[in-house]
């Protein structure tokens, strides 16, 4: 079963006050390609403020990879945002601790314990410090779309 | 005391992204050490049911500590790297014990 991003998934630039306003406008995006169910952006959000999502990566800078339930889903998906100016995000598995996060991978997910070899290469991207900048800086959705695709099993 | 398969819990918010990756790296730290253990992945709410048959959990959840008997490892490492030497470290010497 493939995953879907294509380019309509890749938003870049967003304007958002917070990570919330950032979680909203990604959530209703994949709501209107039609991968996930009205009570997704809902979810999402609910699901971010207990179990965070922002990674610290090596660079310095900051991912995050919101998600929710799979019930929320009708058909999986990955939306990947760039932010014009960066957002915070409370750091996974530390309340305490903000990270200031510049780009995500929004991940609609269909089937529990699956697309292990997609979540291990999407770990990958976010341990390598020149793939984490060429998407920070690359402004073509096509190439963005053909790397990710390239890097990520399973996704088309 | 009956020697047995450590049981590792290995848990997220959903029990599905974060948790599968972690999972497979304690399985490697596992295999790579010869210890043998048994991982069981889920939700952060389902690590009570297990709470009695656990050595060790992994988790990438903000987690109460005083709650559990077993230790805890922070997971994240396994996520992005920083930190992984260490985090990894931790889980060998819990489990070798």
Partial sequence: MSITLNQDLILLDVEAGSQYELLSIAADNLHKQGFVKDSYREAVIAREKVFATGLPTMNGGGVAIPHTDIEHVEQAAISFCTLKSPVEFVVMGDENSRVSVSMIFMLALKEAHSQIEMLQELMGILQDEEALEYLKGETDKESICRFLQGRLPDVA | ?97
């Fill in chain 2, 1 to 97: 005391m009956a020697a047995g398969k450590k049981v590792v819990l290995v848990a997220c918010g959903t029990g599905i992204a974060t948790s599968t990756v972690v999972n497979k790296a304690v399985e490697k730290i596992a295999k790579e050490n010869n210890l043998q253990v048994e991982i069981i992945q889920c939700k952060m709410m389902e690590v009570p049911g297990y709470a009695d048959r656990a050595s060790l959990l992994v988790t990438t959840t903000v987690v109460d500590k005083d709650k559990y008997s077993f230790p805890i490892v922070n997971g994240r490492p396994f996520l992005t790297g920083v930190g992984k030497a260490k985090a990894e470290q931790e889980i060998r010497d819990y489990l070798a014990n």
